[in-house]
């Protein structure tokens, strides 16, 4: 499988600050990039997907793409305690390969 | 999406037995997928179920410990044969649901919480 590598954490950030995330990948064919949620003891939920260099955002989620560098990011704006979770980037056209995850605090 | 759902969510086996875990899916999917996540790990895939065909095993999974059944195209069954305390893992079927301008997109089942004695 292709090896996807996020940045270590865990990531402690206050309430309503800006948490960054980062992923990187060695596969420079796949074309389809994916962030999840995961709660503690739930299943992965997919909160973005990104195709094409550039951001992405939706509502307080912000995705970055960079083909050429092999790197994909997600900004969570104004964190809430409802944020906290481990976040996993995915990679992959339809078999996906995921990064170990980085699990983020907000601390009220 | 699709609507997903596992049986048994969670399960205590002895060693030596097997297990088959059902994936049901409220509408017909092409492609289905199942994925071992073990203890404070991430998420691997083992196969990919496609109805009509046989699955397709990623590197260090085998149909001897795995096999998988896809009926049709809104159901699949993962068996963990001969189980020992290593395969201790969540199990998750997920699927690939296509709408609009989205596409690879999976979702996942609740996860069926394997522990083996």
């Known amino acids: 499988q292709k090896e996807v590598e996020q940045n270590s954490g865990p990531l402690s950030v206050p309430e309503g600050a800006i948490a960054s995330l980062n992923c990187t990948y060695s596969?420079?064919?796949?074309?389809?990039f994916f962030w999840y949620r995961q709660y503690s003891g739930k299943s992965p939920e997919l909160i973005m997907s990104?195709?094409?260099?550039g951001d992405k955002e939706d509502g307080r989620f912000t995705a970055q793409l960079n083909k050429a560098s092999q790197y994909v990011s997600l900004l969570i704006r104004d964190s809430q305690p409802s944020d906290s979770a481990t976040y996993l980037c995915a990679v992959g056209d339809y078999k996906l390969s995921f990064g170990a995850g980085t699990t983020v605090t907000v601390r009220a | 999406s699709a609507v997903i759902s596992q049986k048994p969510s969670r399960d205590i086996c002895q060693r030596g037995t097997s297990l088959t875990i059902q994936c049901q899916v409220d509408s017909q999917v092409t492609m289905m997928f199942w994925y071992r996540q073990q203890p404070g790990q991430s998420l691997t895939l083992i196969a990919t179920?496609?109805?009509?065909?046989?699955?397709?095993?990623e590197s260090g999974f085998v149909i001897d410990k795995f096999p998988i059944s896809r009926p049709n195209l809104t159901f699949s069954t993962l068996t963990v044969s001969n189980m020992s305390p290593e395969d201790s893992s969540i199990y998750l079927c997920?699927?690939?649901?296509?709408?609009?301008?989205?596409?690879?997109?999976?979702?996942f089942g609740p996860g069926t919480r394997l522990t083996v004695l």
């Open positions: 997920s699927v690939e649901d296509r709408e609009g301008n989205s596409y690879n997109e999976q979702f």
């Open positions: 990104i195709y094409s260099n």
């Open positions: 596969d420079r064919v796949s074309q389809s």
């Open positions: 179920a496609n109805q009509g065909s046989e699955a397709t095993y």
